[in-house]
C-alpha cells in the first residue's frame, strides 16, 4: 500500500500538492445532482453544504429536494454572501432543483 498522508484542511492538501487531483478513477460529472432526501436528516444541512463548499470557483451542482428549501438558501447566503449564485430550475411542485454554482 502507498504512502497516506493527512491534511488538516483542503486548502493545506493542496499547498502540499497542487497537481494532485483524485485519484480514484471516476471524471467528475458536469453537473453532478444531488437528492438532499437521500441524506439522513440529522446531517442533511452539514453534508448539503459540505459539498457546496467543495466546489471550486466556476463549477456548479444541482440540490434536488421535495419542499423549496429556502431556509437552506438563506444559510448558504448568510454563510457567504454572493460567493455562490443560486437559481431554480425546477419550482415544484414535487420537485425543487436548485443550480448553485461557486461564482469565484
Not at 20 to 31: K, M, V
Not at 46 to 61: C, D, K, Q, V, Y
Amino acid at each position: 500500500m502507498g504512502h497516506i498522508e493527512i491534511q488538516r484542511s483542503r486548502d493545506e492538501a493542496v499547498d502540499q500538492n497542487p497537481t494532485a487531483g483524485c485519484t480514484c478513477g471516476e471524471a467528475d460529472e458536469e453537473l453532478p445532482e444531488l437528492d438532499v432526501q437521500s441524506i439522513p436528516h440529522a446531517v442533511r444541512h452539514a453534508a448539503i453544504f459540505g459539498a457546496i463548499e467543495s466546489l471550486r470557483p466556476g463549477a456548479g451542482m444541482i440540490v434536488s429536494a421535495t419542499h423549496d428549501p429556502v431556509p437552506l438558501l438563506t444559510q448558504l447566503s448568510a454563510r457567504h454572501g454572493d460567493a455562490f449564485n443560486t437559481r431554480y430550475l425546477d419550482r415544484g411542485p414535487e420537485r425543487w432543483r436548485i443550480l448553485i454554482r461557486n461564482a469565484g
